[in-house]
């Protein structure tokens, strides 16, 4: 049988619409045979994933995506077959948990100055990690008629520069290293090519990334682009960087990616899944 990786994923326990138990199932029907869970700063998903994925014989790896600053620049670092009960790791999110509901406060407060009220109240007891992400603004948003879809969202009130964003100084990319490292992962550039930074920026963001012993850069996103992808290959063979594939699944409700729904995976290079025990 043949391997088929997704290696960026989101659950509940973040920002994305299905139960880990849900997205396992879905994997599983995609006909995915290796899949990462890696919710935004969080591992509260991943034991009831692991267990879901057993019944079903699916492999599943550990994982998070941590958000990280650097330069005021804002990265996402996709951390891959940790262990999840790492103190150093879990104090880690617990750091981000703190950051992250201090911001959803303040959105809140921003967007009561557009007269839309009560928004951290509302969706706090939606998300019982804690982990409050724009997407969950967004959602509250569309839910009140505020805006009629989810990029609306983000282009009227929660997108940079707009009245409800929030600049936040998330974790350090050494801080970030570090975790994943101490919990025996590999650190992996998430969507390089969502930065929207000059290949200058890229160049200086991976330099730094190789120097704190980051390993790994997705190469394959959900929504393929070839030049996109040449583009994330080519810095991939200039930084000796293993290349990942990852669809950044977050609902069924998005028709434009789908788990498991990728390209194949880049020729002569070497592949992330390389480092991940054999099962
Ligand atoms: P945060 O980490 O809280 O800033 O939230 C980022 C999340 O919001 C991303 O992981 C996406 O799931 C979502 N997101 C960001 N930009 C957009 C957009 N333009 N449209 C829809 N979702 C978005
Ligand atoms: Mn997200
Ligand atoms: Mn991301
Ligand atoms: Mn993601």
């Known amino acids: 049988m043949t391997a088929i990786y997704d290696l960026h994923s989101h659950s509940t326990a973040s920002d994305g619409a299905l139960s880990p138990e849900d997205l396992i199932l879905r994997a599983k029907e995609k006909g995915v045979t290796c899949l990462a869970l890696t919710d935004h700063d969080t591992v509260a998903g991943l034991s009831a994933a692991q267990?879901?994925?057993k019944k079903v014989d699916l492999q599943l790896i550990n994982g998070i995506e941590f958000s990280c600053t650097w330069n005021k620049k804002t990265f996402h670092i996709v951390g891959l077959n940790?262990?999840?009960n790492n103190p150093e790791l879990l104090a880690g999110t617990k750091k981000l948990h703190t950051i992250r509901t201090e911001r959803a406060k303040k959105i809140s407060k921003k967007l009561e100055k557009n007269n839309i009220v009560g928004a951290y109240e509302k969706i706090i007891p939606t998300v019982p990690s804690g982990m409050i992400t724009r997407s969950h603004f967004a959602h509250f948003l569309l839910e009140g008629n505020h805006t009629s879809n989810l990029q609306q969202a983000f282009d009227l009130y929660l997108g940079q520069g707009k009245s409800a964003f929030v600049g936040t100084e998330w974790a350090s990319l050494e801080d970030t290293l570090h975790w994943i490292h101490a919990a025996g992962g590999?650190?992996?550039?998430?969507?390089?090519?969502?930065?929207?930074?000059?290949?200058?920026?890229?160049?200086?963001?991976?330099?730094a990334f190789k120097a704190e012993g980051g390993l790994g850069i997705e190469v394959i996103t959900g929504r393929p682009n070839p030049d996109e992808t040449r583009r994330a290959l080519h810095f991939a063979t200039q930084f000796e960087l293993y290349a990942s594939m990852g669809s950044d699944f977050h609902s069924p409700k998005n028709k434009w990616i789908e788990l498991g729904r990728l390209s194949p995976p880049p020729q002569n290079i070497k592949l992330i899944w390389e480092l991940f025990p054999q099962q």
Do not use: Q
């Open 51 to 53: 267990e879901a994925a």
């Open 82 to 84: 940790i262990n999840p």
């Open 186 to 207: 590999v650190a992996v550039l998430a969507h390089p090519m969502r930065y929207k930074m000059t290949a200058s920026w890229m160049r200086r963001f991976l330099t």
